[in-house]
């Protein structure tokens, strides 16, 4: 009888787990068994390494052969178990101590081929973070996920083709390359604000929500431009920092969309209209993955025509704004997703798209009702509405400004902002995420500011929540200003942000 012993990991929601791997090679009929709570595809993997070890001119065991993926009470999933498995078996008989050591302190990710070959795999960078946390010094990744790997120093990342190169690696045969450290470098442009033709209400209000991390709503006749003002929302902002980089890379990891590398931008996700709960906040059978506003995590979440859009799942958005993550509950476990995302809305004014009522030719309830999914809770909850124009533009406008200029205005807002609540020593670094309450009692606008703002109140034009929230905008106005005291005009601009869109008042 004879065990070999590896390391791999096993995903539960952004994060890994280490999974501790055993193979048993003894006296029994021939058969390879796999046990410790595997899915389908870890099972089917018995007969895929198999092959893929034979046909690496290497040798199989002919007598029974028992897989044990520990910790046995938890469920596994995904294909990334592969190599590790193999290893595990094939190590087991290996006559040197030494490899078979080597082998029990690294920790190994892959899909095996049939031909032996490394295939990609999802979870590459949270499995990183897992082994770092155990204090495994060695992890040894398919050369495809050598881009993803570039974002961690520790623990040593070593890449690898195939199965039978991992094994002269073991053997101390063969030298295995590591990632290169990535750099964010200069990043090439995405959509230009320069291409918005007029609109300077929206383009101002997209500055604004960037530079305070606010959520916004545009409504207006279609084609004029609110998918256009939203694609370019995330140039606005600033370049993901090492520790945002991670966090959001680990997300898109997770569902397998990293192999061109970590993501150092804000990203930008926009779900059609027809999305579902399970895909706007995550889920899913067996074990569930981050939905659009996890994937949206220190970016924007885009969505358009939310006429469309059911109200039980534009409802479902308030947690995850408040909060900032997901917590999605099965029977045997709960998940967290993080979800600190700006939220972007856009809708027509109406089902004919007409921008002036006597233009309409929807029926008076129609007009009246049409966004009536909108609940009020969740419009309590946006910043910043704006209407934008299809009349009254141009055909072109050389002086328009770009999204490099709008994002060196930001920049130094995000800095003001950043600096302040530093020195306040709250976590917070854009004013959207400022305690309403910390920022009522210390850090209030002028008198006679807040003294207009509470007569707003007063007449019940504007909640608790909306006055919380006119004085975060105010404050982000007033840091783009330059200022050190939201004043009374910053105060009357804010709720002019947060308010009229044709004729109605959004509060």
């Not at 579902?276 to 939905?291: D, V």
């Not at 002036?356 to 049409?370: I, L």
């Not at 004085?471 to 947060?498: E, F, M, S, Y």
């Amino acid at each position: 009888m004879a065990l070999g012993r590896t390391l791999s990991t096993a995903q539960q929601g952004v994060h890994a787990i280490v999974i501790r791997v055993e193979a048993n090679v003894g006296p029994g009929l021939p058969g390879t068994f796999v046990v410790g709570m595997a899915d389908t595809a870890i099972s089917e993997s018995r007969d895929r390494i198999k092959t893929a070890v034979q046909n690496s001119s290497l040798q199989w065991p002919k007598t029974k052969v028992i897989i044990n993926l520990s910790p046995a009470s938890m469920r596994k999933h995904g294909s990334q178990l592969d190599l590790a498995m193999a290893l595990a078996v094939l190590v087991a008989n290996h006559p040197s101590p030494e490899v078979r050591y080597r082998a029990q302190h690294t920790l190994f990710l892959g899909e095996v081929a049939l031909d032996g070959a490394l295939v990609p795999v999802s979870g590459v960078l949270p499995a990183l973070l897992a082994a770092r946390e155990e204090g495994i010094e060695t992890v040894i990744i398919p050369e495809g996920n050598a881009a993803e790997a570039g974002l961690v120093d520790y623990p040593t990342v070593r890449l690898a083709s195939s199965l039978d190169q991992v094994l002269r690696w073991l053997e101390g045969e063969e030298h295995l390359e590591t990632p290169i450290p990535f750099t964010s470098g200069n990043q090439d442009g995405g959509p230009d604000m320069r291409d918005v033709i007029g609109q300077p209400e929206a383009r101002f209000a997209a500055e604004v929500a960037a530079a305070g991390g606010h959520h916004m709503l545009m409504i207006g006749p279609p084609g004029s431009g609110k998918s256009m003002i939203a694609e370019r929302l995330p140039g606005l902002l600033p370049a993901l920092n090492l520790k945002q980089r991670i966090e959001v890379t680990a997300v898109h990891s997770v569902v397998g969309r990293t192999f061109s590398g970590p993501i150092s931008t804000a990203p930008f996700i926009a779900p059609h209209h027809s999305v579902s709960k399970a895909a706007l906040l995550g889920g899913g059978s067996g074990s569930p993955l981050p939905g659009a506003v996890s994937l949206a995590h220190h970016g924007v979440l885009f969505l358009d025509e939310i006429s469309e859009i059911p109200a039980s799942i534009l409802d479902t958005l308030r947690t995850p704004l408040e909060c900032g993550s997901v917590r999605i509950v099965r029977s045997r476990h709960d998940v967290t997703f993080p979800a600190q995302f700006q939220l972007v809305l856009a809708a027509n004014p109406c089902r004919c798209g007409a921008e002036q009522a006597h233009e309409c030719k929807c029926t008076g309830a129609s007009r009246a009702t049409y966004l009536n999914n909108l609940s009020g809770p969740l419009r309590d909850r946006l910043d910043i509405v704006v209407a934008t124009r299809s009349k009254g533009g141009v055909l072109r406008s050389d002086d328009s400004e770009s999204s490099e200029t709008i994002a060196q205005r930001v920049a130094g807002a995000r800095d003001r902002s950043r600096i302040r609540w530093s020195h306040q020593e709250l976590n917070a670094t854009v004013n959207a995420y400022v305690d309403p309450h910390f920022l009522r009692r210390h850090f209030p606008a002028s008198d006679d500011a807040m003294a207009y703002l509470s007569a707003f109140l007063a007449e019940g034009t504007i909640s608790q929540r909306g006055c919380d929230r006119a004085l975060k905008l105010a404050w982000t106005l007033c840091d783009l200003d330059g200022d050190d005291q939201p004043n009374l005009d910053h105060i009357a601009r804010a709720i002019d942000l947060r308010g009229s869109t044709y004729g109605e008042v959004l509060v």
